[in-house]
């Protein structure tokens, strides 16, 4: 099958490689869509540490399966598909739980750490334990299924922040999760909306989103900015989805006192946080680590419009063009938000 490889840091190139065998309860999937994630873009020179060449990455796709292990009762070959990134081992102590996204034998598809390489979906074929599969519907297109997987995080973390009705929320960082989250945010009950980023392009889909008030991250007043949009006391709640120190600091600065701020970038291993104004306001600090269990409710959403990916989509290229595209995002071409590949 043809494949697109990280074989070194910034070499990206089209190789041949085995179909994989699907295990007894896994689903051979022929992958019609697979999305760019910015991950997948940060891993093109290495800085995360989790796209250690050699490694197919893509880990947001949709499909059609091929064939089926022995064990698989939920699927057969024709069905329409996306499956979970997270594979999970149903065993250990969190999945008992029902935390599977904190799964103590987690693999991601399309990772390559110093634990495991599990190749991905940047590829014609890919093989995913039935467990983490879900059937789509027949009129949802391929290439909106391969974005299920960012709205699944969007939803997840909107989750985290523990909205009530009436809330002000801000979003700091309005690429593609946060501007999904935006969306997730409204949903759960939000009435004010605020977006901050450093790109004049984000803050407009932030604004065609559902964020009545955008704010420049850059400027020095910004915090003041998103409390005086959120009606003077500050942000109920901030969703952090750019992983920088910066970020971090606008989303400390411009919540209330007792506020709520989800953690949901980690492009940076660390950032700096403003300690004394974390514990001196009482606030609330919680990570936001992939899904767990909500991608048949954001199958529905999308579906439904309810959150709406179509002005996300920036492009639909084949396979083989994904070089090119991954150096466009890499250099944060203005205006390019998700670029989906087509094996």
């Excluded at 070959?77 to 029902?98: H, K, L």
């Excluded at 960082?173 to 409204?186: D, K």
């Excluded at 514990?279 to 990570?287: I, Q």
Aim: glycine share 12%.
């Amino acid at each position: 099958m043809k494949a697109l490889m990280l074989r070194e840091y910034g070499r990206l190139e089209m190789v041949e490689m085995p179909v994989p065998e699907a295990g007894d309860d896994e689903l051979l999937v022929r992958v019609r869509a697979c999305g760019i994630c910015g991950s997948d873009v940060h891993g093109l020179d290495g800085s995360t540490g989790r796209r250690i060449p050699p490694i197919v990455m893509g880990h947001e796709a949709a499909g059609v399966v091929e064939k089926v292990g022995a064990a698989v009762k939920g699927f057969r070959p024709g069905d329409r598909v996306t499956f979970d990134s997270t594979i999970w081992c149903g065993n250990c102590w969190f999945c008992r739980q029902g935390r599977m996204n904190l799964c103590d034998n987690r693999r991601v598809l399309g990772v390559s750490c110093a634990e495991y390489r599990r190749h991905g979906a940047f590829a014609e074929y890919v093989a995913v334990p039935e467990r983490v599969a879900y059937r789509l519907p027949a009129e949802m297109p391929f290439e909106h299924a391969a974005m299920i997987e960012a709205v699944s995080i969007a939803v997840h973390a909107a989750g985290r922040a523990g909205v009530r009705p009436g809330d002000a929320a801000l979003v700091v960082g309005a690429g593609m999760i946060g501007t999904l989250a935006i969306q997730a945010l409204r949903l759960a009950g939000c009435a004010a909306m605020i977006a901050a980023d450093i790109e004049p392009s984000r803050l407009e889909m932030a604004r065609r989103a559902g964020a009545e008030h955008t704010v420049d991250a850059r400027l020095a007043d910004a915090a003041a900015q998103v409390i005086k949009a959120a009606g003077g006391r500050g942000a109920d709640v901030a969703l952090e989805v750019a992983g920088s120190s910066a970020a971090l600091k606008l989303a400390v600065g411009a919540v209330r006192k007792g506020g709520t701020v989800v953690l949901v970038g980690n492009s940076s291993p660390t950032v700096e946080l403003a300690l004394q104004a974390a514990v001196s306001r009482e606030l609330d600090l919680r990570g936001s680590c992939a899904s767990n269990g909500e991608y048949p409710r954001c199958i529905e959403l999308v579906a439904g419009g309810r959150i709406d990916v179509r002005p996300l989509l920036s492009a639909l290229a084949p396979l083989e063009e994904g070089p090119r595209w991954f150096s466009r995002l890499y250099a944060r071409e203005a205006g390019l938000m998700k670029v989906v590949l087509v094996p």
